[in-house]
């Protein structure tokens, strides 16, 4: 184990996009490509020199070719397939071979340019993985036998205590024991506003602690941490591809084949239909080749897909594959889950029903301290937030089935629980308290009555409480687009009445279980998204046309699901569908230009109307064109 002073390394940050050795490389023969041409044109149009021009268009060959022919060689050797840079290739030397070497070199730079302009491009969208591995921190103060000490990431295990002091990042997912501070949570889940954490409170790898030292227990190893999670769906995103993008990658070496038998095609149309000379027909055939190369079909996809994917991950929307932002982008039906989706999954006192609220609040609060209940539970955490002091009770008791009793300071009974118990103690409930308990069940609220002796001192009200602005959140899909919206849950009906009555959905079905989703998401109108927290979501996530799952769910539903929502903010479904949308127009924009460049240049190139130049610029441009119109996604907020 290795050991230092306390004082840690400052935390590295968040890294701007940096060239990559490839892309630096890229970068250099473009240069020396772009000099050899320079240094050709004015050897042989200024200064007249034959042999200086030949050096600068054999430099221009060397560097602008070899890159491009080692790259074909390997598609139609290795790969088996033809590809666009066997097309350039051949193409700058048949106009080598006519003398035209300038009009060559010209197009194997403006290739050039164009691909490590992609590389560049392309670069952007990737970078993101990069920041992401760098949020972590090389290590972090560790106690141990009350001693601390430095340890390197790998040398953290579960259980470590981990000293984290304002300004540090978290090293690894932690539960906080000791202390309170704030977080910046928004290099992972892209929540701006920081987040206080208590003792209880999860923290993530890769967070910012803002203030407060605290103490925490570490949960998961380094390599299972919601950062490196996070790393690992990002990587698998840009691996997976949508049907467009599979599509054109699969005709792209038929195409390459179609478009090379064509070029002595055309050369035969037009030297022995049209007469033309050896030359003027070889070099129109050449001119073909190139405007009819489908680069910027190829890369119109891709490019638009890894844009809009960085732009998604970047506000904490996380798709697994450019597939599932495909597919989000026809979504017409949003299936949600109840609990943990649309809820918290967490108990909350709603309603306190009695003649003194806090007395009541300080009877419940003293009795439930005693029970590990998630009702009694949130009884206590309400009693803490609205600073009631629980009373003091000795001897208590939990019944089954029934709720909890004590003995208060004076002997007397208290007692705190379901109507079975206020009818063992004697309690009968007046008109009032009556009625409420009546409205507490048609809201789906579990109710807890709780006494001393023989009185009812109080009726309060719990239930799960919804997630925060989860109506503003649903109406924002709506206004998206997406205007049939179901709620599925196993709960009872009249609890799904009363959620789906306040968060504004006029259909849901209740008392589901997991087949019984599984079959309503091949009934409901597709395609069909699904959003779920739990592992009796994930059939119904594996089902749906689209998965969705919060990141507060469980393993197994981020596993199933093709989205994954970072942030637990619903609201972030709305503009991720939007995103798709448009990722999905410019991608027909991008395959329209592209295709309608080749469809009306090509037959201009045939006609003679088009020089090898211009006809380079044309599709290299285009290539560009597409390549930019999808790193503008890259600046959409989402």
């Not at 937030?385 to 709720?403: F, K």
């Not at 206020?422 to 007046?430: I, K, N, P």
Request: hydrophobic fraction near 50%; aromatic fraction near 4%; include cysteine.
């Amino acid at each position: 184990m290795t050991t230092q002073t306390l004082t840690t390394p400052r935390d590295r940050r968040e890294p701007r996009f940096t060239m990559s050795p490839e892309l630096r490389r890229a970068v250099t023969l473009t240069a020396l490509t772009l000099a050899g041409l320079l240094v050709g044109l004015t050897g042989q149009y200024l200064l007249h020199l034959p042999a200086v021009g030949w050096a600068g268009y054999v430099t221009a060959f060397l560097a602008g070719g070899i890159p491009a022919g080692r790259e074909a060689l390997h598609s139609l050797f290795v790969d088996r397939k033809l590809d666009v840079d066997l097309l350039m290739v051949l193409a700058a030397l048949g106009a080598a071979s006519i003398g035209q070497a300038a009009d060559g070199a010209i197009l194997l730079f403006l290739f050039s340019l164009s691909n490590t302009l992609q590389d560049w491009a392309m670069g952007r969208t990737s970078s993101a993985i990069q920041a992401l591995m760098n949020l972590n921190p090389e290590g972090a103060t560790v106690r141990r036998d009350g001693v601390e000490t430095w340890c390197e990431l790998g040398e953290i295990h579960i259980g470590d205590l981990l000293v984290v002091r304002p300004g540090e990042r978290v090293a690894a997912d932690a539960r906080v024991v000791r202390g309170q501070t704030s977080v910046d949570e928004s290099p992972i889940t892209g929540e701006s506003v920081p987040v206080d954490k208590v003792p209880g409170a999860e923290l993530a790898s890769g967070t910012v602690n803002l203030n407060g030292s605290v103490e925490a227990e570490v949960v998961r190893p380094a390599g299972e941490s919601t950062l490196a999670r996070l790393v690992g769906l990002m990587e698998q995103a840009q691996t997976q591809k949508s049907r467009t993008e599979s599509l054109t990658e699969r005709w792209e070496s038929p195409y390459a084949m179609i478009v090379l038998a064509l070029v002595p095609a055309v050369y035969a149309l037009l030297r022995f239909g049209f007469g033309l000379s050896v030359d003027d027909a070889w070099y129109r055939a050449m001119t073909f080749m190139v405007v009819a190369s489908p680069c910027a079909v190829v890369i119109s996809t891709p490019a638009v897909m890894l844009s809009a994917m960085a732009a998604a991950a970047r506000a904490g929307v996380l798709f697994k594959s450019s597939a599932a932002l495909d597919a989000l982008a026809g979504v017409q039906t949003v299936a949600f889950d109840k609990t943990g989706t649309l809820t918290q999954a967490r108990m909350t006192l709603t309603a306190v029903h009695a003649g003194d609220e806090g007395q009541a609040l300080a009877l419940a609060a003293g009795l439930e301290a005693h029970s590990e209940h998630p009702i009694a539970q949130a009884i206590v955490t309400a009693a803490g937030e609205r600073s009631v002091t629980p009373l003091t009770v000795t001897d208590a008791q939990a019944i089954p089935g029934h709720g909890i009793e004590a003995h208060l300071p004076d002997g007397q009974v208290a007692w705190a629980g379901n109507v079975r118990l206020a009818q063992r103690q004697g309690a009968t409930l007046d008109d009032a308290q009556q009625t409420a308990l009546s409205d507490l069940g048609a809201r789906g609220s579990s109710s807890v009555i709780v006494g001393v002796g023989p009185r009812v001192s109080g009726v309060m009200g719990v239930a799960d409480a919804l997630r925060p602005d989860i109506r503003s959140a649903l109406d924002a899909l709506k206004a998206s687009g997406v205007t049939h919206r179901v709620m599925l849950t196993g709960d009872r009906e009249e609890v799904a009445r009363t959620v789906a009555a306040e968060v504004g959905l006029s259909e849901f079905r209740a008392g589901l279980l997991p087949e019984d989703k599984l079959r309503l998401i091949g009934e409901l109108p597709g395609p069909v998204a699904m959003v779920g927290d739990g592992v009796n979501d994930a059939p119904a996530l594996a089902r749906a046309d689209l998965g969705v799952a919060v990141a507060s769910g469980t393993d197994v539903a981020i596993e199933t699901a093709d989205v994954v929502l970072m942030q637990n903010d619903l609201g972030k479904l709305a503009g991720a569908v939007r995103l798709a949308r448009d990722a999905r127009r410019t991608v027909i924009t991008n395959l329209a230009f592209a295709f309608g460049v080749i469809l009306i240049v090509a037959p201009l190139a045939v006609a003679g109307k088009v020089p090898l130049p211009l006809g380079v610029l044309a599709h290299e441009g285009g290539t560009v064109f597409v390549v930019f119109m999808g790193l503008r996604l890259l600046r959409r907020r989402v």
